[in-house]
């Protein structure tokens, strides 16, 4: 077998696509050499121009797709190939399934060597205007001054001037419309990145999938308040059906963060409310909750049921809480419930819904989850079952030991980036944890992300 190097790649070579990498580019290998191409799928037969080269593999851009996969569709938006956040829109979704549940395999085997029980995909419930969390940048043009907002095209801070996103709710785009034909005419400027002038930086919208209300955020580059801003506040509030508040919030940092530390509300409510499982949470400016609340009723559910029928009337911990959206749901099939988190919104968010649900078997604690779990686990307190859901890097060492030490019985650990997961879970055996399969769910159609439920017996 020729060995490939390379130095042997020549600029422009003719490849079929066999798998999709965890960031959703197309894998074509010779003889082991890697080549990653963005915007193809499986069964393609692509001409390519190799762009960048490594060691082992290199990066390339279509030329001429020579015979198309059998598995590509049209894509239902027009800006899907210059926005780029929707990568995977070209396939059509049952494939767009099978290749997620094989990223996740392709993960798990890197790690682990071994096969890890990976279940089929469960489908989201919508795979249009399921995205019910939007944060759109906002600039104005040059010389006419207007308003554009959107998203940055992929690698880049070029906005891209967006009027319609299927992927979510229509009545999101009016919002965004009136913002572009509105603001200016309250004197309110869109912000200039590269100078870091003018105002509105960013708008915000959480969004219900129960009664469709929305709350906005005017994100503004000043620390202090602004009449304008807050004219044009009450301006959207009173021309659009839709919205339950607008908040600004004040952000004048040199910065990528989208929200800054503090939030006025102008006029309306502070929050939205959204259901899962049949509880209703109250979802504020910087809340964290699922963005497909569909396709997120099914993995609480999934959790629900699984825990009713394999550990009923448990003690359960849900660490990373959010706003005990896991441990609230939860309260009906355990005998007591314990929820870590460390932003404080979260947890009073919880708190006034345990109050107001009168719930009373389910402590919501604000703490680094680590220190809380330690805390615990030294004083020789145990639970049934813990439920971890940390952000993208996973959990700590630390965090996981204290995991093992306070579970009776098992940890269900959920989880929205697979290569994470697969170091918690192969650390997790490593301490003679069983993992004893992995059910993915498509949270986030059309996109590489996919969100994970692994169940660990002790
Ligand atoms: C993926 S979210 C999960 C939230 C919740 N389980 C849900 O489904 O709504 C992760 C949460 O962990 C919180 N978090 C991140 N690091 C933490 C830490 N060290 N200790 C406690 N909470 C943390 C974040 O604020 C966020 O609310």
Known sequence: MQIVEKDNI????EIRIDRLSNLGFGIAKLNGYVIFVPNTCPEDVVRVKVDKRNKNYAYGSIIEIITPSPHRVQPFCKMQNVCGACQLQFIDYHSQ?????????D???KIFGSEIEVRDVVPSPQIKEYRHKIQYPISQTKESKRIIAGYYKPSSHDLINIKYCPIQPEYCDKIIDFIRENAQKLNVSGYIEKEHKGLLRHVVIRTSSLNKKSLVVLVINSCSKNANVENFAK???NNLDNISGVCVNYNSNKT???LGEKTDLIIGKDYVEEALCDKVFKIGVKTFFQVNPKSANNIFNY???YIKTNCPNSSIIDAYAGISAFGICLSDIASNVTTVEETKESVDIANTLLKENNINNVSAYCEDAGSFLQKLATSGTKFDITVVDPPRK????ESLDYALKLTKRKIIYVSCNPATLARDLKYLKDQGATIEY???FDMFPHTYHIENIAIISL
Request: glycine letters at 4%; one cysteine or more; charged letters at 25%.
């Open 303 to 305: 959790i629900k049921n």
């Open 235 to 237: 301006l959207l509030f």
């Open 10 to 13: 020549p600029n422009i070579l």
């Open 438 to 440: 992995i059910q993915p």
């Open 256 to 258: 990528n963060l989208i």
């Open 107 to 109: 993960t798990m085997r």
């Open 97 to 105: 399934l099978k290749y997620k549940k094989e990223i996740v395999e």
């Open 394 to 397: 996973g959990c700590t060492k």
